[in-house]
């Protein structure tokens, strides 16, 4: 794949994309952070364990 290639690749994602709703980004926000708290619980719960031994 050529340089000129990937530039008309990157230019026709830029035009089919659209900003997301306001709904939309609530809800990716809100699953992005129950992520966070998910891994850092699995974390905490990890340290924990390895450091009362």
């Not at 992520?35 to 699995?42: A, C, K, L, R």
Request: hydrophobic share 50%; proline share 2%; with cysteine.
């Amino acid at each position: 794949m050529d340089i000129g290639d990937l530039i008309k690749r990157c230019v026709r994602i830029f035009y089919i994309s659209r900003k997301p709703t306001d709904e939309e980004f609530k809800e990716v926000a809100k699953v992005t952070v129950l992520g966070m708290i998910v891994i850092g619980v699995i974390g905490m719960i990890i340290s924990l364990l390895f450091t009362s031994f």
